[in-house]
C-alpha cells in the first residue's frame, strides 16, 4: 500500500552537490512528517533532516548551512539538496515518513513509520 521511493543518489567531488527526491503512494503525505536519514557502512543509522507537514525543519548538526530539506505535497514528494559535499557524507540515504521523524520533531506520535529502500551517495576527496 504506501510506498516511499528515493532517487538522485550518485558519485560526486568533494564540495559537489546532489538534490534527493522521496516519492510518496498510497500515504497520507499531506498530513505526515517526512525525514531524510543516511547510513554509512559499519555505522548506526543517524538523521539528516526532518520537516513537517507544514514546515517546520530540523538539521543534524553537521549538514546546517549545507542541506536543505523541502516538501511539495501537491506532488507528495520530499527533497534533499545537499551542497558542499564532503566524503563523510557517504553513505545510503533513506526516506522515512510518520511516527520516526514526528518523535524526532518532538511531535507525540503513535502511528505506522515507512522507509523507502535508499539510495546511494558517494562522495570522493
Known amino acids: 500500500q504506501v510506498q516511499l521511493v528515493e532517487s538522485g543518489g550518485g558519485l560526486v567531488q568533494a564540495g559537489g552537490s546532489l538534490r534527493l527526491s522521496c516519492a510518496a503512494s498510497g500515504s497520507p503525505f499531506s498530513i505526515a512528517t517526512m525525514g531524510w536519514y543516511r547510513q554509512a557502512p559499519g555505522k548506526q543509522r543517524e538523521l539528516v533532516a526532518t520537516i513537517t507537514s507544514g514546515g517546520r525543519t530540523n538539521y543534524e548538526d553537521s549538514v546546517k548551512g549545507r542541506f536543505t530539506i523541502s516538501r511539495d505535497n501537491a506532488k507528495n514528494t520530499v527533497y534533499l539538496q545537499m551542497n558542499s559535499l564532503k566524503p563523510e557524507d557517504t553513505a545510503v540515504y533513506y526516506c522515512?515518513?510518520?511516527?520516526?521523524?514526528?518523535?524526532?520533531?518532538?511531535?507525540?506520535?503513535?502511528?505506522?513509520?515507512?522507509w523507502g529502500q535508499g539510495t546511494q551517495v558517494t562522495v570522493s576527496s
Open positions: 522515512n515518513a510518520g511516527r520516526t521523524s514526528a518523535r524526532a520533531m518532538g511531535i507525540i506520535a503513535y502511528g505506522p513509520e515507512y
